[in-house]
């Protein structure tokens, strides 16, 4: 169950040792919406459910953490973007802002404040926080400044600003900057221990690295330093799985590097060569969603034996876990978790 030394092994890892327990974590949030009884768009609206939710969760899976990740749409709604999504259909950003100077007048004008589900999600936080004290890391979220421009104007407008019109993109993202800055701050004042900080739209699957280099990375970095500089661990999640990608990230003075299913986790250790503390991979489709049980195990034992070991890493999958997901599976990624590790 939850253990009140969790935050010093988390630490530990960071500090890329080796913890004398190993974090165990899950991005089983669909998943656990499912099976704790929820339906998506009830709990990603209300406080009380998210908590319940999560509370339930960790006590039913033994998850070091509680993850409130919800969805990509939280912090944009208010900023005028349209969201779509219902049941248990996770909301989706859908209608974007014109990429205009008048769009970027209007933001800067409307500024940073709580509004929309912005505050349920700080509720949760608190009320998560209180029920577990330090016995689990408690999670939120924000997008990374060039994933949330993508999620305000667009990922194709994007793009094509990125050849067309950098300068743009620039100026919105000093305004994400700020704004996610805060929002990440006001999460980790309602007792977050970390947050889960989203840039899969910077992900090699969508720009070169030098693109990364040169719009995204400063930005994230001075972000992720901010929540730092306030006591927060920052989980970096751009789902990478390109080898030059992942060393560019690996400089960026991250926390925990959160690698995708699409790597060797392996590979991406000799990549990050002792630079930063890896959390992943295992596949939540082909493994913990359709996989044997003898698989789930044997990876899970891989991953233990040839990477948790050797310091500098926290267990997870390498991306959201489906929520059709066999609850067996779920089980024995955490008990083989606490198996392997001794």
């Known amino acids: 169950m939850a253990y009140s030394g969790v935050m010093d092994d988390i630490r530990l890892a960071v500090e890329l040792q080796r913890p004398k327990r190993l974090p165990v974590f899950l991005c089983s949030e669909e998943f656990d919406v499912r099976i704790c009884g929820s339906r998506y768009d009830r709990y ?64 800067r004008e409307h500024g940073y404040r709580i509004e929309n ?36 104007f667009g990922m194709n407008e994007t793009l094509m600003l990125l050849y067309e019109n950098p300068e743009f993109i620039v ?24 947050l889960w900080f989203g840039d899969c739209n910077a992900s090699g699957h969508l720009i070169s690295p030098e693109m990364y280099q040169q719009y995204a990375m400063e930005p994230a970095r001075r972000v992720a330093a901010g929540y730092q500089a306030a006591g927060g661990i920052v989980f970096y999640h751009a789902s990478e799985e390109l080898p030059s990608m992942v ?7 991250f926390s925990i590097l959160s690698v995708g299913p699409g790597i060797n986790i392996e590979t991406a250790r000799e990549i990050v060569n002792g630079r930063v503390c890896l959390s992943g991979n295992v596949n939540p489709l082909t493994v913990l969603e359709r996989g044997a049980p003898e698989l789930v195990k ?36 955490m008990e083989s978790a606490r198996r392997a590790w001794g």
């Open 247 to 253: 060393d560019l990230q690996a400089q960026a003075g």
């Open 44 to 107: 990603n609206r209300d406080a009380k459910e998210m908590a319940r939710v999560q509370i339930e969760a960790v006590e039913r899976f033994d998850y070091d953490w509680a993850w409130l990740q919800v969805d990509d749409c939280i912090e944009f709604e208010g900023l005028g973007v349209e969201v779509k999504g219902e049941g248990d259909i996770l909301p989706a950003t859908c209608g974007y802002l014109p990429a205009t100077e008048a769009s970027l007048k209007a933001l």
């Open 298 to 333: 044997a990876e899970v034992d891989r991953v233990v034996h040839k990477v948790s070991r050797c310091g500098g890493h926290v267990m997870n999958s390498g991306e959201m876990v489906p929520r059709s997901t066999p609850e067996e599976n779920v089980r024995l990624f």
């Open 171 to 194: 100026e919105a993202m000093k305004f994400f900057e700020e704004y996610q800055l805060r929002f990440g701050l006001d999460q980790i004042k309602a007792g977050a221990d970390a």
């Open 117 to 152: 589900r912005m505050g349920a999600l700080l509720d949760a936080i608190s009320a998560v926080k209180t029920h577990f004290g330090d016995r689990v890391c408690v999670t939120g979220r924000t997008a990374a400044p060039f994933s949330s421009v993508t999620l305000a």
